[in-house]
């Protein structure tokens, strides 16, 4: 149980193209979604929590107007990255848990390369 | 903000050796959680600890919780070459309504056969 499925594994494209990324949760509904960055050899770094029906909270320094935030049912949060640049490259990833105080599941991620 | 460091950054072993990694919070944690990614992979959710000055084991891994909730640690006895990869702790801090962790700075295992 408690699969976690992000889509897509891999994007390349061109600096300027907006970027749409999802993570659904696969046997449970999530009322919380999370969207974390992270660069090579370093931790994970939250971005963001997705609210099922209302606005995403940010974390400090996260532009929600860059990364926005949609979550629109209890099983799909995606995170669209808009305009993207090269500084924007980096692994993303989501995860859900059943409810508050519950281990945290991770979707494989996705690996953006803006060029 | 809370911050969540762990040490060391990196250990190199050789297969059979121990290994330990040291997780401190800057706040009081309600929770900590330990977590496994692969080179290449996601966040595996390994254990959760709750009470002051916890001790759970998995087979060769044993985790500890301090007795302040503030800090952690996770102990392997006789590393095998499985055990590749950075371990994170991450803490939950008290109040909020959601389950938001903050990762530690993580410490990548390499293990020479």
């Known amino acids: 149980g408690a699969v976690v499925s992000q889509h897509p594994s891999w994007v390349i494209c061109k600096s300027g193209t907006s970027v749409k990324i999802e993570c659904r949760s696969l046997?449970?509904?999530?009322?919380?979604m999370f969207w974390y960055r992270q660069f090579p050899k370093q931790s994970l770094m939250l971005m963001a929590t997705s609210n099922e029906g209302s606005k995403a909270t940010y974390e400090q320094g996260v532009e929600k107007d860059k990364f926005l935030i949609n979550h629109a049912s209890l099983t799909l949060s995606t995170l669209t990255v808009t305009s993207a640049h090269p500084e924007d490259s980096s692994f993303y990833i989501c995860?859900?848990?059943?409810?508050?105080?519950?281990?945290?599941?991770f979707g494989d991620g996705t690996r953006l390369s803006i060029l | 903000g809370q911050q969540v460091m762990q040490i060391p950054q990196y250990q190199h072993v050789q297969e059979g050796e121990d290994f330990t990694t040291y997780c401190n919070s800057s706040t009081t944690l309600s929770n900590i959680q330990w977590y496994k990614q692969r080179p290449g992979g996601h966040p595996v959710f390994l254990i959760q600890?709750?009470?002051?000055?916890e001790v759970k084991k998995q087979k060769r891994l044993t985790f500890q919780f301090g007795e302040a909730k503030k800090n952690s640690s996770l102990h392997i006895t006789a590393t095998q070459t499985t055990d590749v990869g950075t371990y994170f702790c991450a803490g939950k801090g008290y109040g909020g309504a959601t389950n938001k962790l903050i990762f530690g700075t993580g410490t990548l295992l390499a293990v020479q056969p």
């Open positions: 046997d449970f509904q999530a009322t919380t």
């Open positions: 600890l709750v009470k002051s000055g």
């Open positions: 995860s859900a848990s059943y409810r508050n105080n519950q281990p945290q599941h």
